[in-house]
């Protein structure tokens, strides 16, 4: 084989395994090496049978008693047994469903199994164990990978095949500079690449481990310094107004000291004839709006058009009304943009756009669409990051059109306060302001967490805030995450009616969830903003910053099937004015793990803690839900605990452009295409 032979030429392939194999990405023999395990077996020690140790997953060498015999137990069950014995001891071993290993078990003959022993009263006992001949055993006596697999691809024939790929293949070129080698004391490639899959010990998996995991980190770092060094570089609008004593006159408050800094910082970079890319991190309700609010009040005031991008609809339309009260004073006009707009309200604001009659436009991903041109476009906000990848921030920017070297400015804010060790990934392309404080006279949100016995006290409670002139918001799990009638889900709109009707009927129940037409949307959320409804159920729609400060009181149903993150910002929606306010948690879930994970919210408001344990519960890789920042999958390193590989690799990449801040030098060329290459790999590696 070479490295181009296509996997379904190989033995043991054939047609169906080959488009198996291709659903995770391997093609071609020269594929296999790069595919890496994700875990492993440690198979090294084969035990005597009354030696292994009960419960656990390992290898025993027996000799089988006798030829393995089918027994019935009932209709399309096929059971085979068998005894085993060793000198000491003898055990019974069952297989379900795999007659071929009456052809393949042979009386007398010796084996090495893995799986787990058991204890049945005094004997003991395995039921379907991986088999193979003591003789020459390839499994087992080894740390063996364990890959991702998908439906009809064995671990056995994957393993096969990257063990096949090793021995003949060339193994693939070294990717970093000696010097890096040597001064981070990483395993060069060759070596690595054959212990990544089949280390001789733990030494050797974490060399390997180590070694790609500061390659990773060390392109990541290497392509999010360039980018970040390029747009530095490149031309921006550079605001000509730059005094922002105008704007603190139209706001009804005073900004914190948080606020003012971010804006300020800000607001320098926005007078650099240079583009800012700028990320405004701030906990929920810590007034990133205000901030967002000044640098397009700058940009307007400079003679430049601003686009601030909202990830839903509810929230778009928020902003626009809000920032329209409070510029309007000014003679700055706001516009919005939705997908569900009629097409002739949509169009007069395209076409203001365009002429440049139109300084300042809120919308939602439409206005990445096709037909939204600017006129003169020099700042883009997106606010609520996490929603949106890389690229649509960039598409977006791209909108500013013009010479090749410009960018419009970049603020980009999230609520979602991200452990710094993502940060520096997720947002590696960006400078960072945090506000970290709330504004005054808040109080902090009390939070509880009950179980169904409760639900008649917790409506009496409800009752009692709507008496005192407050308002409730009710989340049930979205309409359509109802799945095969699990019935004690709420399902959201059957809950509002029996609310409405039967719990409350004195009072006004509003409704308001993803599945429903933009105008009946818009219209539950104005009859809750102006205090019409006073209990609002609602799916997780109203998760992102929707700002009702009346509110006081958040029940969240089911409130297990959330992550913590999640909850953190549906709990941001109360707790924005003056009045005490509430968090209920609903769950009558019972097991231990569930109860730690939400009592967490019970004892702290503080979302970067909030983060860091949903982060070490649930991994990074599934933090975002999905992969929405926009980045390269990361394949060995763990975010988590690779923080100082992680801080090698980027001092690496820092120093490496310090002296070399194009790549220009021959020996650092294949390091650019490399980088390149990770940037612009296949689509679907990018979200
Ligand atoms: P978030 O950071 O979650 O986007 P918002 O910008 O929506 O927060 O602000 C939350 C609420 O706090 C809003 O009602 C806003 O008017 C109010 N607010 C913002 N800044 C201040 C401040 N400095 N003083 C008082 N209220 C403020
Ligand atoms: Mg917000």
């Given at each position: 084989m070479d490295v181009n032979t296509p996997l379904r030429e190989l033995p043991g392939v054939g047609e169906a395994r080959a488009k198996g194999l291709e659903k995770l990405g391997?093609?071609?023999?020269?594929d296999l090496v790069g595919y890496f395990p994700r875990s492993y077996e440690d198979r090294r020690q084969v035990y005597a049978i009354a030696e292994a140790p009960v419960g656990e997953l390992c290898c025993v060498r027996v000799m089988a008693a006798e030829e393995p015999r089918r027994m019935r137990i009932r209709r399309g069950l096929d059971v085979t047994r068998l005894k085993v014995v060793d000198g000491t001891s003898a055990m019974l071993v069952t297989f379900f469903n795999q007659g071929y290993v009456r052809q393949a078990l042979h009386r007398g003959e010796e084996y090495i199994l893995y799986g787990r022993v058991e204890l049945m009263g005094i004997h003991r006992q395995m039921t379907n164990p991986q088999f193979e001949g003591a003789e020459r055993p390839w499994a087992c006596g080894r740390i063996m990978p364990v890959y991702p697999l998908t439906a009809g691809i064995t671990n056995h024939l994957l393993a096969g095949l990257v063990e096949r790929a090793l021995r003949e293949l060339p193994p693939p070129a070294e990717t970093l500079p000696d010097s890096l080698l040597a001064r981070h004391r990483l395993a060069p490639a060759a070596e690595c690449w054959r212990s990544i899959h089949f280390p001789a010990d733990e030494a050797a998996l974490d060399a390997a481990r180590r070694r790609f995991a500061f390659e990773e980190l060390f392109y990541l770092s290497l392509g999010l310094a360039l980018l970040r060094e390029r747009r530095s570089r490149g031309r921006g609008p550079g605001f000509g107004e730059t005094d922002l004593e105008g704007f603190y006159q139209l706001l009804p408050f005073t900004l914190t000291g948080a606020q003012r800094r971010a804006l300020e910082t800000a607001a320098a970079d926005l007078a650099l004839p240079r583009p800012m890319n700028r990320l405004v991190q701030g906990d929920v309700g810590s007034g990133k709006t205000a901030v967002a609010a000044g640098c397009a009040w700058l940009a307007v005031r400079s003679g430049w058009q601003c686009a601030m991008m909202a990830p839903t609809e509810i929230l778009a339309e928020q902003h626009a009304k809000t920032l329209s009260a409070m510029l309007a004073p000014a003679g700055i006009e706001v516009g919005l943009l939705t997908g569900s707009m009629k097409v002739s309200e949509k169009r007069k604001v395209l076409a203001a756009l365009e002429s440049g009659a139109l300084p300042f436009v809120v919308g939602t991903h439409a206005l990445l669409s096709q037909g939204v041109a600017f006129h003169r476009l020099g700042l883009v906000i997106t606010d609520e990051q996490h929603r949106f990848g890389v690229e649509q921030r960039a598409a977006l920017a791209a909108k500013a059109g013009g010479e090749e070297d410009f960018s419009p400015n970049v603020l980009v804010m999230s609520a979602t306060p991200i452990p710094r060790t993502l940060a520096l990934i997720i947002y590696g392309d960006l400078d960072v302001s945090v506000i970290d404080e709330l504004p005054p006279g808040r109080m902090p949100v009390k939070t509880v967490l009950v179980g169904e016995s409760k639900r008649q006290r917790m409506y009496g409670f409800v009752r009692d805030q709507v008496k005192e002139g407050r308002q409730v918001y009710i989340v049930c799990p979205a309409v359509e995450e109802n799945p095969d009638g699990a019935w004690d889900l709420k399902a959201v709109t059957e809950y509002a009616r029996v609310l409405g009707e039967q719990v409350f009927p004195d009072l006004h129940v509003g409704l308001v969830h993803g599945r429903m037409k933009a105008k009946e949307k818009e219209a539950a959320m104005a009859a809750f903003t102006a205090g019409e409804t006073h209990i609002l159920v609602s799916t997780t729609v109203i998760e992102v910053g929707v700002d009702v400060p009346n509110a006081s009181l958040i029940i969240i149903e089911n409130a297990d099937r959330y992550g913590l993150s999640q909850l953190h910002q549906l709990r941001?929606?109360?707790?924005?004015?003056?009045h005490q306010s509430w968090c209920v948690l609903v769950s009558d879930n019972r097991s231990p793990d569930t109860r730690a994970r939400l009592k967490v919210l019970t004892q702290t408001n503080d979302g970067f803690k909030i983060a860091e344990e949903d982060l070490k519960l649930r991994g990074p890789g599934d933090f975002f839900g999905e992969r929405q920042h926009g980045l390269p999958a990361l394949r060995v390193a763990d975010l988590e605990t690779d923080t100082r590989v992680l801080k090698e690799a980027q001092e690496a990449a820092a120093e490496l452009l310090a002296a070399d801040p194009e790549l220009t030098e021959l020996e650092h060329r294949p390091l650019l295409e490399k980088v390149r290459r990770l940037f612009e790999e296949d689509p679907d590696r990018f979200n």
């Open positions: 391997l093609r071609v023999a020269g941001g929606r109360v707790g924005r004015g003056k």
